[in-house]
């Protein structure tokens, strides 16, 4: 997994970037798009632990580091994830509990 700077993955944050607003329907969209491709970049490293973890139960030629390594990228990507969804939560109730 390659680390990369947020601006790469969220282009509309920079701050050279147009100063148009875009419209809700265009937010909505961005948002959804860069959410689903948020979880399935942690599917993949899912995905890739189990297939090393599979490859050294079966005895093929792989590196127990690597095995390792991989499982830990899988599981700090899935406890940031958890974290990120914990914090949305707690602030969506925050504001649930805002009076009108």
């Known amino acids: 997994m390659a680390i990369s700077s947020i ?11 147009t100063k148009t607003s875009p419209t809700t329907f265009e937010s909505q969209q961005n948002f959804s798009s860069f959410l ?16 090393m973890t599979e490859k ?8 127990l580091h690597n ?4 499982a830990q ?6 406890n940031a994830t958890m974290e990120i969804r914990n914090k ?3 602030a969506y109730q925050e504001v649930m509990r805002m009076p009108v």
Do not use: C, F, H
């Not at 601006?7 to 050279?16: F, K, Q, T, V, Y």
């Not at 491709?37 to 297939?51: E, F, T």
């Not at 095995?67 to 991989?70: E, G, L, R, S």
């Open 56 to 63: 050294l139960v079966r005895g093929e030629d792989v590196d």
């Open 36 to 51: 689903k491709n948020a979880i399935q970049d942690v599917n993949s490293a899912q995905v890739q632990s189990d297939v």
């Open 88 to 90: 949305v939560i707690e």
């Open 67 to 70: 095995v390792m390594i991989t």
């Open 7 to 17: 601006m790469a993955l969220a282009p509309g944050l920079s701050p050279d970037a």
């Open 73 to 78: 990228k899988a599981s700090v990507a899935l």
